[in-house]
């Protein structure tokens, strides 16, 4: 007898493998998919806040070109083993090492700023974000980690 399932049971049955997936350390497909929609979202809100700036630092431009590299590698991992294993690390490492790089250069900013630390509180809210750099990080370390867990069955 051929039996229909409910709605409600497709969902239940796509958590149930989803989480058990995810309790066998497979979940490299999803996560590449995770880190090309993360990296889209944090490449369009940093390409605003330093098109916002102005460009006026040359170094600002290298996430925004790191953007679609990183999105792109995301993707093809989602489809390729190959690709999740080879070029989505290097590619996310290279995200990670930017994000370390724009941090620093976010906290030199803000310590530039008249007053510098002993007007921390003003330069702050004024200055360039302090953590929007550690967005791009973590989207790196996604990719990384999506390279190291095992691909879903």
């Known amino acids: 007898m051929n039996k229909k399932r409910s709605p409600q049971s497709e969902v239940e049955h796509f958590l149930d493998r989803l989480v058990k997936n995810i309790e066998h350390g497979r979940f490299e497909r999803s996560l590449s998919g995770l ?4 990296a889209v979202i944090t490449g369009a809100e ?16 290298l996430p925004v070109v790191l953007t679609p590299f990183s999105a792109g590698s995301a993707i093809a991992g989602v ?16 995200v990670i090492l930017n994000g370390i790089q724009g941090t620093y250069l976010h906290l030199r900013g803000i310590s530039r700023k008249p007053g510098g630390w002993k007007q921390a509180r003003y330069n702050i809210e004024m200055g360039p ?25």
Do not use: C, Q, Y
């Open 35 to 38: 880190s090309a929609l993360a």
């Open 46 to 61: 940093l390409w605003a806040e330093h098109d916002r700036a102005g460009f006026w630092n040359r170094l600002m431009w």
């Open 79 to 94: 489809f390729s083993k190959r690709v999740a294993k080879t070029i989505l690390p290097f590619v996310s490492l290279l």
């Open 129 to 153: 974000p302090m953590f929007a750099p550690l967005l791009v990080t973590m989207v790196g370390g996604m990719g990384i980690l999506a390279s190291i867990l095992r691909r879903e069955k």
